[in-house]
């Protein structure tokens, strides 16, 4: 059976989600193989087993980590000629998609982004499904030339633990010049809030303008639910909370189980990083906003008063 | 430092957007048509470092004749020069032709200092021709910029990542899109409408650019969408006025649907 590579998505060895997201993929297209990027690989080994992967191919080289997406890329089109697997799977982040668009120049295949799910068309061949036009359309596409490189959405297959073997094979890589070209100045971390990452969070609560910039009433909902918070561009660009977590089409675009809209009117910008959501709630004073059309439930009402009665009937219930 | 900004043109997102039933393809004849949103960004950085030094901005698209749109756009607003690359047989084409066709037009314009884009277009999204354009020219790319500064030999961007905010330094040429955080774009002058009325713009097709129709195209493309289907609307949801009693009925929802 053809090997499908899964590049790890992790922090220090610590695997997000996604990854065993993509190593339960694999197996619907072949032997999962994991490549394996950076330090910590003690830490992110048993996640890979546990997940199914058979092979690791593990590199670790200061240029992988110190230099930005060419390095990654670099590695996997040697592996994609040396092995010639099925397809290769990468997290579709920002910096996977760019690993993702180098490794397809360089190898000369076909890629799609994006994707929420992804199936084997029966004949060794990939078919996946995307939305287009801010959610409006689902999109079913295939990769007609080459390895298809395929960037995976988080949350796009539910984690199926599988052992695998897990065996290590080091890989040598020297990286190029132009792997050189651009490199990490600096690096300020963000305020860790402790809340769930906004594209992976099952809930998210989001805040716009009806919020008037005071996020304090969205927060309190959202951990009472252990929610990600999220904020619309207006929020963001007001100021009021960071771009990292606006939701909308310049932003994050995000499908979790239950999305609430607080003091958010809906528009397209907006819809285009929400409306695949399972099930969406909304509280505004407008009656007329269009995220009402949107909606499974909705109230028609001041956000200040409504979320903390919310809250506390939440808390009261955990009892 | 010259500067070549890539532009897209693309359906209004306002717009009832949809794919041509026939081949599957973004439907752009039917649909009104603008610059994308996110390329007047480009155009506004280019525009400002060029003002704060020397050099010029060359606006290059690659789409049908109605792009010209797009590209009048970016005149008016202060690039000095525009090419269109224009050709039947780029119809459908995928990220990776797309990236191969910018390329071309980018070597036969001459390599600038400093290529400038978008984050992504507002129809496709996917955000990789940047990346891939950076990979076919040979140059560094940093992308999703939101802070853009210009020294001698190199530049320096301040990206806002999920876990960090990093300054990413990279030395000329190079690519560097950038987000919609990164400046206010300008609305054109009267003056700047009357100017780009005079500002050349070259028109080429693929063989101006050694291209051939078998590398470009629908028929020629990576991948194919198979089929497309409208999201179908939503029920309609209950909807409760707040009487005092809309956050508990909020909550008894929440527990219906086992969220609580």
């Known amino acids: 059976m053809a090997e499908v590579l ?14 065993s997201e993509l190593l339960t993929i694999a197996r619907r297209l072949g032997e999962p193989s994991a490549v394996f990027v950076g330090a910590g690989y003690d ?30 890329a670099e590695l996997l089109a040697q592996l994609v000629e040396r092995v010639q697997p099925a397809a290769v799977l990468i997290a579709s982040s920002a910096e996977g998609k760019e690993v993702a668009a180098r490794l397809a120049v360089k190898v000369g295949s076909g890629l799609i982004t994006d994707a929420v799910d992804v199936q084997s068309d029966g004949n060794g061949g990939v078919v996946t499904t995307q939305t287009a036009f801010a959610g409006g359309y689902t999109v ?29 094979e080091a890989v040598d890589y020297t990286p190029s010049a132009l792997a050189q070209g651009a490199r990490i100045a600096a690096s300020t971390p963000r305020a860790r809030t402790g809340r769930p990452e906004l594209t992976e969070a099952a809930i998210v609560v989001s805040g716009g303008r009806g919020t008037g910039g005071d996020f304090s009433k969205v927060e309190a909902f959202a951990d009472s639910l252990g929610a990600a918070v999220g904020a619309s561009r207006a929020a963001v ?6 771009h990292t977590s606006q939701v909308g089409q310049t932003g994050k675009q995000v499908s979790p189980q239950l999305y609430v809209a607080c003091g958010i009117s809906g528009a397209i910008q907006h819809r285009a990083g929400m409306q695949t959501s399972k099930t969406i709630v909304a509280i505004n004073k407008d009656d007329e906003a269009p995220i009402f059309e949107l909606v499974d439930f909705g109230v028609v009402g001041d956000l200040f008063a409504v979320l903390p009665a919310a809250t506390d009937a939440v808390q009261a219930s955990k009892g | 430092m010259n500067i070549v900004v890539c532009v897209k043109y693309v359906p209004d997102a306002q717009a009832d957007r949809t794919f041509n039933a026939s081949d599957n393809t ?24 060029v003002e704060a030094g020397e050099g010029e901005v060359t606006v290059v698209t690659v789409g049908p004749d109605q792009a010209s749109d797009a590209i009048k756009k970016a005149l008016q607003m202060g690039a000095d020069k525009g090419v269109h690359v224009n050709d039947d047989a780029i119809h459908g084409s995928d990220a990776i032709a797309t990236s191969l066709v910018l390329a071309e037009a980018i070597k036969k314009i001459g390599m600038p200092d400093l290529v400038v884009t978008g984050m992504a277009s507002t129809d496709g999204t996917m955000g990789v021709v940047p990346t891939m354009l950076a990979e076919r020219l040979g140059v560094p790319a940093v992308t999703f910029a939101s802070e853009l500064t210009v020294s001698g030999s190199g530049v320096s961007v301040r990206r806002d990542g999920d876990a960090a905010s990093v300054t990413i330094e990279a030395s000329v040429p190079c690519l560097v899109s950038v987000t919609d955080q990164i400046n206010e774009p300008r609305y054109p002058s009267f003056k700047g409408i009357m100017a780009a ?18 590398q470009v195209g629908l028929a020629n493309a990576w991948t194919a969408v198979q089929s497309f289907e409208a999201r ?29």
């Open chain 1, 140 to 168: 079913r596409a295939t990769v007609t030339k080459g390895v298809p490189v395929i960037a995976v959405k988080p949350n796009s297959a539910p984690p199926e633990q599988v052992s695998g073997a897990a065996a290590v």
């Open chain 2, 26 to 49: 973004t439907d752009r004849a039917n649909v009104d048509g603008l610059l994308s949103e996110l390329d007047e960004y480009a155009v506004e950085e280019a525009l400002k470092i």
């Open chain 1, 237 to 242: 660009d007001a100021g009021w909370y960071p």
């Open chain 1, 43 to 72: 830490t992110a080994a048993p996640t890979l087993a546990a997940f199914g992967a058979e092979k690791v191919y593990r590199a670790d080289s200061d240029a992988l980590t110190a230099y930005l997406v060419v390095p990654q």
């Open chain 2, 232 to 260: 179908p609307p939503r029920a309609v949801g209950t909807i409760v006025k707040d009487e005092g009693d809309g956050g508990a009925k909020l909550a008894g929802f929440l527990s219906e649907r086992k969220f609580i």
């Open chain 1, 6 to 19: 899964v590049l790890v998505d992790h922090v220090d060895g610590t695997c997000r989600k996604t990854t």
């Open chain 2, 197 to 214: 009325k005079k500002k050349p713009v070259e028109q080429w097709t693929l063989a101006d650019l050694g291209l051939d129709a078998s």
